[in-house]
């Protein structure tokens, strides 16, 4: 079986972890030829590159520096100059668009199924008359209130495909309530990850003496255009001041907010407290070693270092955002659900966490039995279907 998979860039983030994920553990199974084609070469950006299967044949379908040169610039920097916008837009998008349409037209003669697995190809894929498939990885009615148009357009286009595979059984609702004609191609397959792989990469020894100290740990992107440490950090201030926990709070991610919230940590008179770690390519040493994992944001999908804590046996805080975190933590019985930007709830939530042996107990028992929602030996069997249901 010849499975082609779609990505428009491939960076260090949840999707890309998680198209790894199923890269590596599909490339062990004989039956499956895989093929990544990326749509635009991100050069030393494609920090996780090392990590995709040997097995694994990697294309990318815009390559040279004068096409890409100011799409990583914009990683990177967030904003490009007008002109340099204006310029990279109008003369050099139209050309990278051909490149992928024809690329991808080649690929697509040689292989029995593609999966477009950030939903970025549908322009591309109408008139390709192989089984595809969409996987889609972010709640519908938050993409709806952020850009109406875009995303009217896209349900519209995602008839394009044969079946259309959402991350969460939220997501699919929100998807049938606002497509009600992609219904019959709705399915949910959960992001899945190998507990003995993260177990493995949680062994390995880091040289920093930080992670020998008790200490609470947060592992997001540092946007808060998507992500909430704003109330993460006022929650942590509260937890300091009205309980009097002395545990350091550790923020392993980047991103453009950073700055922001260095000083909104200052503000707030604990930056001696919050450390802020960076990137990590293997964080699961940090989230094995911490008291608290905490993920705190405004919408996702289905959020993966939460289902990585439950692999973990990490006690979990987390924020009830659509969509994604009340089914990882079977709502509530596997780790602690606060309302959004809820500053005091999160930081009871914290306190009780870290204090209430019982509690801890439940939870623990709980996430343990839970998580095997989450493994590839439940989640294999529904890609297989899915597969054979369209060839």
Known sequence: MRILFLLSRFLDGGIDMVLIDYLRHLSQDSSYSLTLAIATDMGDLEVFADRIPHNVAVVHMVKADCLTRWR?????EQKLPLPVKLYDEIALAP??????????NKL??????IIDFDSCFYSFLRHVHVPKVAWFHFSFNQSLQQNRRRTLRIGRRLQYYNRIVCISETMRQECESLFPELKNKLSVIYNA??????????????EDTRIRQPYLLTVERLEESQKDLTTLLHAYSLLRKQWHHTEPLYLLGKGHSEVYLQQLAVELGIAEHVLFLGFSSNPYPWIANCQLLIH????????????EG???????????????????????????????????????????????????????VNLQEHRQQFMFCHTEKQFKQLINDII
């Open 310 to 364: 439950l692999m973990l046996d990490r006690m979990i805080v987390a924020t009830d955002c659509p969509t994604g975190p009340k089914e990882i933590l079977n709502r509530g019985k596997a780790g602690l659900l606060t309302p959004v930007g809820d500053v005091q709830a999160m930081a009871e939530a914290m306190h009780h966490a870290l204090t209430d042996k019982t509690l801890q107990s439940q939870l623990l």
């Open 296 to 307: 705190s944001s405004k919408f996702e999908g289905l959020p993966t270092i939460l289902i």
């Open 95 to 104: 050309l990278r668009r051909f490149l992928v349409k024809r690329e991808l």
């Open 72 to 76: 990583k610039r914009k990683i990177k």
């Open 193 to 206: 990850k190998d507990r003995e792989a993260i177990l493995a990469r949680a062994s390995e020894s880091l």
């Open 108 to 113: 697509a003669a040689n292989h029995d199924v």
